[in-house]
């Protein structure tokens, strides 16, 4: 991947704060618009948590492919996209099959052309995943920053097995209380018990977020994406 400047930020007590301040004193100085910034990092490691402040605090957009295919599908199509791509995705999540790398790039494709990314950046949530989506992305944008964000395996199992999933919104929360001196996260709870405070749907753990299948899915990312 073309990037000049990369950064790991291994996450631990009060990281919240070091990665707003981090960002607040270097990167809005570093380059001028538009900005665009890849986040990398295992499942679980708060990659849209932290994406989230930094579009706080220097007003670049986040996107992320797997909230836009849901509001892609609920929508009829997405801004920038050729429909026969648009159905082929449809058909492809639909049936349940996994979409390859070419068409999760179109997804990214067409919110880089879109005039707000064009206009003042984007940083992109988890992608690409892959060497073949890196060369892919390669070819339509050049990046500024790649931050690769790290945190010690047994709280990654933890964190991702206190997730709780709004099933209206996708909204998450997570039940999980570590206090281990290094890393403290408190619980992320709505105001209402088991109700998402967005849109008031009901809040479930996902099937896959037992700490066993989660320690699997790990093992993936180091064979396959890290």
Do not use: W
């Amino acid at each position: 991947l073309k990037s000049p400047f990369c950064i790991l930020f291994f996450i631990m007590g009060k990281s919240s704060f070091l990665f707003r301040n981090s960002v607040r004193r270097g990167f809005s100085s570093i380059f001028k618009d538009p900005k665009y910034i890849l986040f990398f990092g295992a499942p679980g490691v708060g990659k849209g948590t932290y994406a989230r402040l930094l579009t706080k605090d220097i007003g670049i957009k986040t996107f992320s492919t797997g909230d836009a295919i849901r509001q892609m599908l609920k929508e009829g199509g997405m801004e920038g996209m050729e429909e026969k791509v648009f159905k082929n995705i449809q058909d492809t999540v639909q049936s349940g099959g996994l979409l390859g790398d070419e068409l999760v790039f179109e997804i990214v494709k067409a919110r880089l052309q879109q005039t707000d990314a064009k206009t003042e950046g984007l940083v992109l949530d988890g992608f690409p995943r892959t060497v073949s989506q890196c060369e892919l992305l390669d070819t339509v944008q050049h990046i500024d920053i790649v931050i690769n964000f790290g945190l010690r395996r047994d709280l990654l199992i933890k964190k991702l097995a206190g997730r709780l999933v709004c099933d209206g919104c996708g909204r998450n929360y997570n039940d999980c209380h570590i206090d281990d001196g290094e890393y403290v996260m408190e619980p992320l709870l709505p105001e209402k018990e088991g109700a998402c405070d967005t849109c008031g749907g009901h809040l479930s753990k996902r099937a896959d977020d037992s700490e066993e299948v989660v320690a699997k899915r790990l093992e993936v990312y180091d064979a396959t994406e890290q």
